[in-house]
């Protein structure tokens, strides 16, 4: 004798019944189910609008070379230890340990982290309760893969050498600027499972020693930063560095300016890939990247010219001014 379907006790229809509908609606209509994860973005941009909007942002912090010239957005290829971009008068280049290579893709939220708390403490001996606060910080879920993901990171930001430099003409003589420097001289950082352990026995914190190179750069040239933001485009880096340059960008413009796309001097050169050689590859990618910045900043006055060589932008704030978050405040 055949047993009927357990029944749901709600709406009186078999359970059987509502997991064949689900099934159906994710082959004939996958446009109508939302994954976890795309609704957890989603909540992250409705977070980074209302936010702005009642002038509550979460400020953070980034440091100049890595706003003007991105790092690798992509993993580089094996062997590959040398990464450089430019920025009109700016030129970046990093140099990956040979051990642990270059700082790619999500590596690049660690700089953001240390120049924040660098911001914050005042101090280029940083300390924070545990890895895990990191993690939280950038949306990234907690668990022992994402903390060796983390561990990797750290170590290929330790390990690289920053050369950061401009060239400037004055009076028809070459002024150049040169700085190398790495990231951190000295690191400790340990993770537990137990989100109530704050402290390891013996108080000890994760700590983090910043070279006196980057520390005076954060604090000569600190660039205010949306945290929330960071954390909903940590997983496109490419869109994260459009976003923070945007940012930068607008603030500093004096009114409506363009930015060419291409050349020595243009955004391709600037940005944290190579892949995107040709001109209409690179528009393409730029389009879907300044859809994903409009999400987050809608009145962001970024866009493509008409014949797809340049950027227009105009003065605009992604990041409030403190003096006004703090009279809303």
Same mark, same amino acid.
């Given at each position: 004798?055949?047993?009927?379907?357990?029944?749901?006790?709600?709406?009186?229809?078999?359970? @059987? @019944?509502?997991?064949?509908?689900?099934?159906?609606?994710?082959?004939?209509?996958?446009?109508?189910?939302?994954?976890?994860?795309?609704?957890?973005?989603?909540?992250?941009?409705?977070?980074?609008? &209302?936010?702005?909007?009642?002038?509550?942002?979460? &400020?953070?912090?980034?440091?100049?070379?890595?706003?003007?010239?991105?790092?690798?957005?992509?993993?580089?290829?094996?062997?590959?230890?040398?990464?450089?971009?430019?920025?009109?008068?700016?030129?970046?280049?990093?140099?990956?340990?040979?051990?642990?290579?270059?700082?790619?893709?999500?590596?690049?939220?660690?700089?953001?982290?240390?120049?924040?708390?660098? %911001?914050?403490?005042?101090?280029?001996? %940083?300390?924070?309760?545990? #890895?895990?606060?990191?993690?939280?910080?950038? @949306?990234?879920?907690?668990?022992?893969?994402?903390?060796?993901? &983390?561990?990797? #990171?750290?170590?290929?930001?330790?390990?690289?050498?920053?050369?950061?430099?401009?060239?400037?003409?004055?009076?028809?003589?070459?002024?150049?600027?040169?700085?190398?420097?790495?990231?951190?001289?000295?690191?400790?950082?340990?993770?537990?499972?137990?989100?109530?352990?704050?402290?390891?026995?013996?108080?000890?914190?994760?700590?983090?020693?910043?070279?006196?190179?980057?520390?005076?750069?954060?604090?000569?040239?600190? %660039?205010?930063?949306?945290?929330?933001?960071?954390?909903?485009?940590?997983?496109?880096? #490419?869109?994260?560095?459009?976003?923070?340059?945007?940012?930068?960008?607008?603030?500093?413009?004096?009114?409506?300016?363009?930015?060419? &796309?291409?050349?020595?001097?243009?955004?391709?050169?600037?940005?944290?890939?190579?892949?995107?050689?040709?001109?209409?590859?690179?528009?393409?990618?730029?389009?879907?990247?300044?859809?994903?910045?409009?999400?987050?900043?809608?009145?962001?006055?970024?866009?493509?010219?008409?014949?797809?060589?340049?950027?227009?932008?105009?003065?605009?704030?992604?990041?409030?001014?403190?003096?006004?978050?703090?009279?809303?405040?």
């Amino acid at each position: 004798m055949s047993r009927p379907n357990p029944v749901n006790k709600h709406d009186h229809r078999p359970t @059987g @019944g509502l997991e064949k509908l689900g099934s159906f609606l994710a082959d004939a209509h996958p446009d109508l189910i939302i994954s976890k994860r795309r609704m957890r973005k989603v909540e992250s941009i409705e977070c980074v609008r &209302l936010k702005r909007e009642v002038a509550r942002q979460n &400020l953070g912090f980034s440091s100049r070379p890595f706003v003007l010239c991105g790092l690798p957005v992509r993993m580089p290829a094996p062997g590959c230890l040398l990464h450089e971009r430019r920025n009109g008068q700016f030129v970046l280049q990093v140099t990956g340990h040979p051990s642990y290579g270059l700082p790619w893709g999500q590596d690049r939220l660690v700089p953001i982290f240390l120049a924040t708390l660098a %911001i914050r403490q005042q101090t280029p001996r %940083i300390t924070f309760d545990s #890895a895990a606060e990191m993690l939280d910080t950038f @949306g990234m879920q907690q668990g022992g893969s994402q903390y060796r993901r &983390l561990v990797a #990171a750290f170590q290929r930001i330790f390990g690289a050498t920053i050369f950061f430099g401009t060239d400037t003409q004055r009076e028809r003589a070459t002024v150049v600027h040169r700085a190398r420097f790495n990231f951190m001289s000295e690191a400790r950082i340990w993770y537990s499972r137990d989100p109530d352990q704050r402290l390891l026995p013996g108080d000890c914190q994760n700590m983090i020693v910043l070279s006196d190179e980057f520390y005076r750069e954060i604090l000569n040239h600190p %660039i205010p930063t949306d945290l929330e933001a960071a954390k909903a485009l940590s997983s496109s880096p #490419a869109a994260l560095d459009l976003f923070m340059w945007l940012s930068y960008r607008c603030f500093t413009a004096r009114g409506k300016e363009r930015v060419p &796309l291409f050349g020595d001097f243009g955004l391709v050169s600037q940005l944290g890939s190579t892949d995107y050689a040709r001109p209409r590859k690179f528009r393409e990618k730029l389009e879907g990247w300044l859809d994903l910045v409009r999400t987050m900043w809608p009145e962001c006055p970024a866009s493509i010219d008409g014949d797809g060589t340049g950027l227009f932008i105009d003065r605009a704030h992604a990041v409030l001014p403190l003096e006004v978050s703090n009279a809303r405040n």
